[in-house]
């Protein structure tokens, strides 16, 4: 039997306000919050950038090294500018990023599948209340908004195909979704033809909004909305075209970041921060290394290492890091125990997270697991715990902050998890 | 009319698993010393573990300590009384009287910055050569472990490396399926060939599978095994091993040896009844022993009973052993023991009679 908490019940006059401003669909920021508070995080200019190694980058490859021990693998580990502390020789530049980094090492998590493990961990895993939470990119695209550039708040740069992603969005509905950039390229036909006039173009888009809301009428809201939110995200972005233009970047910053894919990704990434995106995720594919573990990690961690490295000096150097908070992780870790196709298999019960910029303290390790890496050893995270956290590290107090799912209440991160302070300015 | 009776097709002798050893560690390779006296074995607990095949049982004895990280390499001098031992951490290692009272002749604790990739002793055990994922490839003194040798800044990672039976050249394999070849002394690149299929690339990963080079027939032909990969993350490839001519430097010959889940051909051996002992190890419980005669492209045996087979070796009176998996080594999450205990996974050593031996298998 389900015994329902107080939570549900409370009906708060923050509440109320929250279902209010959701019933009357305030802008932007309609359905969280008091409008106050909504215009309130219109100004805030915080990012975030989100690194995610899809498939499980092994903690003990990287930032949780357990050399000479029976499941260390054959990597040493070396040390960081962080005295004292030790990550895999794997990568190098990021050791002398670390008094600029915050590493938790006590990530323990519940699935050790992808495909229920990462929708997961991209929620935040709330308390099941019967709705589908957004993906990380999403909920900060509703709880944020764009920024004053009016870029898309949610824009994912992945290998492979692009297109508007509506299902990271979840109960939000569609307009949250992911503005996917596949293979770091623009939409399709993003550029207005010469051939048609720009007063020719600004008839069409005004015939396609007048066929829209005869359209909308005889539909559903959020369809609509996510429809012509689409064609008003092309028009944005054909305001900044050069973002996509590889012509135009430095040979230093292409051989800084890497011509690899990850590589190209990341550099766009920081580009389409700078310009203004709200959210930007990064996609690295392949992470999932039943086989050949150590090879796998011989070859795709140098490439991380470079272009992680590079983004953060980057961040830094331009004084980005008080205001974009970039995230590095995956669905789960790698096992200890290796495999007899030397490979490792999904490990949710000890890994590890890392984070730096806006709001993060810097130069800090947070948990420690057992000696041969086999369980966390100090106060365990979940995923709703980086949730409290990163929402805290941009400006959102994620205890007092809710979304409104029609006139039900519900909180942006897990409810019976909280910030973590070690990690936090 | 009557079919004509069919000629009986007789079915060469196979190899029979005599007995196995317990290793309660995972190894990546095995071989017996020159005597043939002992068994010796390296892998992820970094000491070389030996088994005394003199004794009334074949027992395990003290191991020999001093690597770090994985022994990732180990071969006996020929004629020699010496083992060579190389492991991920860089540390190069003569062992001496390792049938006997085992001490270290010489060592090189950074004999490269980090995992030594291969290992090779030349014919007449006078040197050898290793290669580093530094890129940096060494020819050294087998009797006194002096650098003889270097080749700098290869121009890519190396996974394997053999030495020409005349110690005139050595030849590399890199991730990327290339073999070069370099003059001695000196150290000049005099040649490349690249072995198409032996690398892939996906997902900001290279694929390397070049993995296994060899000198053969007084130094002839050149062995080039590993597999050809299909995919990213997983062992997905087609074990391969090509024949080169080595003069020409041209492939004489191909074999591929399985589909694709099984992966790259981690360890082969000469045997002197006139065929090759191959294992493969690819996906998660799949290994293959094969014998395979010169120049046939299908094994005349083939045994898929073992988990991942990492290495083999060939004993002078003809005995095979192979190095395998445990079964069901691989799960998500914390698998556990009956105990409730998370343990590491392990290598049995199946020990095999040669083909057409009558030796019966060890009961018990």
Redesign the interface.
Known sequence: MNHCRSWEHGWSRRRMLGAMAGGAGVAGLGGILQPAAAEEMARNDKQILLIWLDGGMSQLESWDPKPNTPFGGPFRSIPTALPGIHVSELMPKLSRQMKRLAVVRSMKTEDANHSSGVPKILRGQPRNRGVTYPYLGSAVAKLMGPTESGLPPYVWVKPGNGGFIAKHAGFLGAKYGALALGDGKPPANLVRPDSISSAADAARQELRRKFNRQFADRRRANFNEANSYVYDVAGTLMKHVELFDEAKLSEKDRRRYGTHDLGRHALLARRLIEAGVRFVQVTSYGWDTHGDNFNSHASRMPKVDQSVTALIEDLYDRGLDERVLVVMMAEFGRTPRINGSVGRDHWPNAWSVAMAGCGIRPGTVVGETLPDGTDVKTTPYDIGHMFHTWFSAVGLDSAEAEYMNGTQPLPIAHDDMHKVDELLI | MADAPKPTEKKPPEPRELFKLDCD??LMVARFTACGRMLVAGG???SIRRWDLCAEQTVEVDRVEGH???I?WLEVQPGGDLVFSAD??GRLQATRGIAGTPEIAWHHEQAHD??IRSLSVSDDGQALVTAG?DGAVRVWSAVDGRLLHEVKDHPS?VFAVAIHPAKQAIVTGD?FGVLRRFELPGGKCVGETTLAGMHFY???????GLRLLRFHDKGRTLICAGGEPQA?????AIPTIHWLDWPKCRIAHTARLGAKNH?FVFDLAWHPDGFWAVVT???????QFLLLKPGQEKPFFNSTKM??CHSLAVHGDGRIVVT???RN???????RDKRGN????FSPLHVFAPPGSDEKPVAG
């Not at chain 2, 996906?202 to 694929?207: A, S």
């Not at chain 2, 990213?232 to 997905?236: A, E, L, P």
């Not at chain 2, 190890?281 to 290994?287: C, D, I, N």
């Not at chain 2, 998370?342 to 996974?345: I, P």
């Open positions: 560690r995972q992820y607990d970094a770090h990280g994985w990732s991920t951490w980090g995992w994922r990672e991730l996906k997902r900001i990963q290279d694929v390397g990213t993350g997983r062992s997905i992966g190890s690819g996906q998660p419980g799949s290994g988990s991942n395998a998996s445990n080594s691989q799960g998500n999450g914390a698998v998370y343990v590491a996974n």
